[in-house]
């Protein structure tokens, strides 16, 4: 079974920056796409930023121009690096990964949190 295991959250005073990880348990090359997720405290869980093997990066506009997604294929670990952060991101962070071309594939991890306050 593929694990993903995630680490990095905390506690953050707005406007600063936090990095978190994702550690799979084979190759990220294996994997359509991986991805993160994100669920606040009374909403709904949304997509934060995707990356498609292959594809175009994906960034929700809440996070444009301050997250950025990215891969360390040699220690199968994938990466959201988290700038001038804000009370509104505040949530629990879940790595997923997409094992095939069919939608029903996905794969997550137990999440970590990530918490903004001043």
């Known amino acids: 079974q593929v694990q993903l295991v995630e680490s990095g959250g905390g506690l953050v005073q707005p406007g600063g920056s936090l990095r978190l990880s994702c550690a799979a348990s084979?190759?990220?090359?294996?994997?359509?796409?991986m991805g993160w997720y994100r669920q606040a405290a009374g909403k709904q869980r949304e997509l934060v930023a995707r990356?498609?093997?292959?594809?175009?990066?994906y960034y929700a506009d809440p996070v444009k121009g301050r997250f950025i997604i990215s891969r360390d294929y040699a220690n199968n670990t994938v990466y959201l690096q988290m700038n001038s952060l804000k009370i509104e991101d505040t949530a629990v962070y879940y790595c997923?990964?997409?094992?095939?071309?069919?939608?029903?594939?996905?794969?997550w991890g137990h999440g970590t949190q990530v918490t903004v306050s001043s």
């Open positions: 997923y990964a997409r094992t095939s071309v069919y939608a029903g594939s996905n794969v």
């Open positions: 084979r190759s990220i090359f294996s994997f359509n796409a």
């Open positions: 990356f498609p093997n292959g594809g175009i990066t």
